[in-house]
């Protein structure tokens, strides 16, 4: 059975072994058992469906709430050799027919179904009459009420297994808390079903949280210096600051395009397709954008804004580097990422029990910020797994050093606190810092505050530093912010720290952003220099022909089997269908044409 399922990946796919859990989870579905997968972003999660569907007899449908998607997807397993097929809204009715009747007359492997779709007595009876090899549930958190992205239509899959019990199925989802987890196998009726939960390590990712001090400069540098002509996200809060980022890196030499709810279906659609189809294209985005986005080829997110929570930070870094070549998740935080947040999480509607949980998520993700230990370790402990330091995040290969911040805590606590108590003031962070450095400026003289016991005692710490300390002390619940502007207020926890019962540890920011080397790590195909200038040609090639097709560049070849061929030079089209990446189908497609292109 396996040496089948074996055979199909390497004759049709062109990859000589299966990853991690693959094989284990492919042997449970083709012998007929269910399947329940928590894999991350890039881990291989397609291949745990595509393949059991070759190997069985009958289709393999997939439920996928990407309905924009499901094109490409096609096209992708078509330009392999694969027969899929799907049905969705965005069809007429004689597109329809004619996938139903290829359906029917089993000449599809494949049928990508949208989850409204269940719900039409026409579909399940289409179903009926055909022959199915299993039902794979993809974006299986959808099912999932208190997650992130539910949707209805998910909560009938439930009755797939009373309606056709013998079928194995098989649910995915790279969404990994143990809540989600537990809520996906009670609502998909998945009792009976083998769990695999694979690591959600991301090792060919290189996490960086760095402070923000001017993000779009900061943002510039990052893609000049490393991320030169390389395809990526930045994500914004805001619609406002997309567009104005956008522009930016346009003005600037880099090709990049805006994507926000605010912009008309036709816009984003298209922005959408140019991000999926060019080599090379930034897309600036609010989270809107890039669930489902299965370009293998994102080599760099990057975040202007502080994300709400660790999960929503770990979705959207994960779409860098599915290819597991090396990528970048770069954070830029700072002191008014906080004051926003805890601000918005204060007038946020819904009840209290609301706004704790939103105030708990954030909380998690600032300790990620704040942290002097691995990113990914935190990262994986969030979720529940266990990781060694990397040495491929900034703190493991720039260690900040953390320190006794007790006195300073205590000095900007009791300013604020002379503030509130003999004053019945309240002040933002720039007031109390210009009152620690003793700045005489006019909004001090104005409230007479060089009179405060308190002017003039933080001079130890520059304005900068200062604004460190205030960030930190929000982070740790130290110090809150109230109100539309931003005020600082003492917390319970600050009287701890006032009554010296608290000892505060604070982190030294690095004097510039640590650049780290980039290591190459194992899942990387590494590249000798001498072999980019035929990678480059390759990749024109690829252009042209992807154009010409209509199809995104990734579905001809990905760049890491790009790059394998342009350092191994192949001469015979043998030699070539050994490559990862090279399957039967597109040997035969294309096999001579780049052996034409080696050749010149
Ligand atoms: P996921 O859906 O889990 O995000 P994909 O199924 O898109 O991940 O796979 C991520 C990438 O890894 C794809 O480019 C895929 O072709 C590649 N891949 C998957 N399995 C293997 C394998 N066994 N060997 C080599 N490459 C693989
Ligand atoms: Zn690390």
Known sequence: MTSTALDVLRRVFGYDSFRGEQEAIISQVVDGGDALVLMPTGGGKSLCYQIPSLVREGVGVVISPLIALMQDQVDALRALGVRAGFLNSTQDYQQRREVESAFLDGELDLLYLAPERLRLESTTELLGRGKVALFAIDEAHCVSQWGHDFRPDY?????????????????????ATKATHAEIATRLNLGDAKHFVASFDRPNIQYRIVPKNSPQKQLLELLRSEHAG???????????????????????????????????????????????????????????FGMGIDKPDVRFVAHLDLPKSVEGYYQETGRAGRDGQPSTAWLAYGLQDVVQQRKMIETSEGDSAHR???STHLDAMLALCETVECRRVQLLNYFGQSGEPCGNCDTCLAPPESWDGTIPAQKLLSTVYRLQNERRQKFGAGQIIDILLGKSTPKVQQHRHDELTVFGIGTELADGEWRGVVRQLLAQGLLAVEGDYGTLVLTDASSDVLGRKREVRLRREPKREPKPARTAKKTAVEMPAEAAPMFEKLRTWRGTTAKDQG?????????????????????????LGTISGVGENKLAKYGQQILDVLAE
């Open 230 to 288: 390389d395809a990526g996200i930045v994500y914004c809060l805001s619609r406002a600051s997309v567009e104005k980022t956008a522009e930016f890196l346009v003005q600037n030499g880099i090709p990049a395009v805006p994507y926000h709810a605010g912009l008309d279906s036709r816009t984003r659609a298209a922005n959408q397709a140019r991000f999926l189809r060019e080599d090379g294209l930034v897309v600036v985005a609010t989270i809107a």
């Open 551 to 575: 199809v995104p560049a990734y579905v001809i070849f990905h760049d890491a089997t790009l790059r394998q061929i342009a350092t191994e030079q192949p001469k015979t089209l043998t030699d």
């Open 155 to 175: 909560l009938a899959l439930s009755e797939l297994h009373e309606r056709w019990p013998d079928i194995p199925r098989i649910a995915l989802t790279a969404t």
């Open 356 to 358: 704790r949980r939103l």
